[in-house]
């Protein structure tokens, strides 16, 4: 009888595989514009609440009359004082959906905007909220870890995964973990839900976090200027925000020409 099940097991694993697999070569090839501008005025058509996240956001099915795609829209933006976290007592703690959108704008100027889907600002049942393009997902980093599936290319897998958590320290995301970050069937990693991003400390979170850089990702690092976060992030963080960002952004440089001193280029960089 355990056999019997674990065959049937395996085959729905198998048939909602393919379901996804075939979902996901059917996604349209659109520019990013044309994502955004379908988010925007794309209409909503049908709604269900996900159980995903602390936010728990909405997935919205939108169609323009030629398009239907799927998106989630989050309208969180809470503020509290004196709020205790994991590291300590944060006295204006905030967890908003401009986060989302600060994130994926911070992200583009990074050239690392491919990692993230598409982040717009919408109304939705009088409701502000962040609306992002939904991704076909074979499955979220929680469910290769718990079935032991490894990743086809090791080796590229941990670059994608390093680049995460260098992008995780510089926005301070206290809420990364391993059900929104996102696998797609050509084993692309997606990140998403940044509401629990952009505190104000000019410390790192989780230096152990950072490994190996994109040598691309470093360089960007290094050339990225105050005035420019603030005019793509605007309104979404405020210059004390964004203060901290660039503020953490010297600290990541620091920390990575360190152990390029130390260990040499090719020990730390790819």
Same mark, same amino acid.
């Given at each position: 009888?355990?056999?019997?099940?674990?065959?049937?097991?395996?085959?729905?694993?198998?048939?909602?595989?393919?379901?996804?697999?075939?979902?996901?070569?059917?996604?349209?090839?659109?520019?990013?514009?044309?994502?955004?501008?379908?988010?925007?005025?794309?209409?909503?058509?049908?709604? @269900?609440?996900?159980?995903?996240?602390?936010?728990?956001?909405?997935?919205?099915?939108?169609?323009?009359?030629?398009?239907?795609?799927?998106?989630?829209?989050?309208?969180?933006?809470?503020?509290?004082?004196?709020?205790?976290?994991?590291?300590?007592?944060?006295?204006?703690?905030?967890?908003?959906?401009?986060?989302?959108?600060?994130?994926?704008?911070?992200?583009?100027?990074?050239?690392?905007?491919?990692?993230?889907?598409?982040?717009?600002?919408?109304?939705?049942?009088?409701?502000?909220?962040?609306?992002?393009?939904?991704?076909?997902? @074979?499955?979220?980093?929680a469910t290769r870890r718990k079935n032991h599936i490894q990743p086809p290319d090791r080796s590229a897998w941990n670059k994608q995964v390093s680049k995460m958590w260098v992008f995780s320290e510089l926005i301070y995301d206290t809420d990364r973990n391993a059900t929104n970050m996102l696998i797609t069937e050509d084993w692309k990693l997606w990140i998403i839900d940044f509401s629990l991003a952009f505190r104000?400390?000019?410390?790192?979170?989780?230096?152990?976090?950072?490994?190996?850089?994109?040598?691309?990702?470093?360089?960007?690092?290094?050339?990225?200027?105050?005035?420019?976060?603030?005019? @793509?992030?605007?309104?979404?963080?405020?210059?004390?925000?964004?203060?901290?960002?660039?503020?953490?952004?010297? @600290?990541?440089?620091?920390?990575?020409?360190?152990?390029?001193?130390?260990?040499?280029?090719?020990?730390?960089?790819?």
């Open positions: 009888m355990r056999k019997a099940l674990f065959h049937v097991s395996r085959g729905v694993v198998v048939l909602c595989l393919a379901v996804l697999s075939q979902a996901a070569a059917q996604e349209p090839n659109l520019t990013e514009q044309e994502i955004k501008q379908f988010l925007l005025q794309a209409k909503v058509i049908n709604f @269900k609440h996900t159980s995903n996240g602390v936010t728990s956001p909405w997935r919205l099915t939108l169609s323009d009359g030629k398009l239907t795609h799927d998106a989630s829209f989050q309208s969180i933006d809470e503020s509290k004082s004196n709020v205790q976290m994991e590291g300590g007592t944060e006295p204006t703690f905030r967890n908003s959906y401009h986060f989302n959108i600060a994130a994926y704008e911070l992200a583009k100027l990074l050239g690392i905007g491919d990692m993230i889907p598409v982040y717009v600002q919408r109304k939705w049942k009088g409701d502000s909220g962040s609306l992002s393009w939904w991704v076909p997902s @074979k499955m979220d980093e104000p400390y000019h410390d790192l979170l989780e230096p152990r976090h950072l490994g190996m850089c994109d040598r691309q990702l470093l360089a960007s690092l290094r050339q990225l200027k105050e005035a420019d976060v603030l005019e @793509k992030t605007k309104p979404h963080l405020t210059k004390d925000q964004v203060k901290a960002v660039m503020a953490r952004r010297d @600290k990541i440089v620091a920390f990575f020409d360190k152990r390029i001193a130390q260990e040499g280029e090719s020990a730390v960089l790819y």
